[in-house]
């Protein structure tokens, strides 16, 4: 199915993305939506504006590019539920595509940051730096 058909392209500002998809989840077949992503959320709606799912920005794990116009997006428990949800977005462009990962990549980098960040314990005596694995 030709998604740009059934509606324009993304629009952009600092503050808010807009991209219209065809989403599939784990339950659902492939159907048209509008992904919206402004502040703390990302939304996904139905063409009528009618919110089918909400999940916070920071409870996003994984957005990763699958092919040209298909980007796989994974979010954790505590966003809104207390399951992950997957879902597969096919663009209508690979611009569309690319805008979402450059939405994502912060929230992404800074996940991996605080995870590094986690993995290092101090010596509270000597004030040595060691990772969990290690043993002194």
């Given at each position: 199915m030709?998604?740009?058909?059934l509606y324009p392209t993304f629009?952009?500002?600092p503050d808010v993305?807009?991209?219209?998809v065809?989403?599939?989840?784990?339950?659902?077949?492939?159907?048209?939506?509008?992904?919206r992503v402004h502040g703390d959320y990302v939304q996904e709606e139905s063409l009528e504006g009618v919110l089918?799912?909400?999940w916070y920005v920071h409870s996003l794990e994984v957005c990763?590019?699958?092919s040209d116009c298909v980007v796989a997006?994974?979010?954790?428990?505590?966003s809104g539920s207390k399951s992950r949800a997957s879902r597969l977005y096919q663009m209508n462009s690979s611009e569309d595509a690319d805008a979402l990962l450059e939405v994502a990549r912060p929230?992404?980098?800074?996940?991996?940051r605080h995870a590094l960040r986690l993995g290092v314990l101090q010596c509270i005596k000597c004030q040595a730096q060691f990772s969990r694995g290690e043993r002194g």
């Open positions: 030709n998604v740009s058909a629009t952009f500002s993305l807009v991209v219209n065809m989403v599939k989840s784990d339950r659902d077949n492939l159907s048209p939506a509008v992904l089918r799912h909400q990763e590019l699958l997006v994974e979010f954790g428990p505590g929230v992404l980098e800074a996940q991996a």
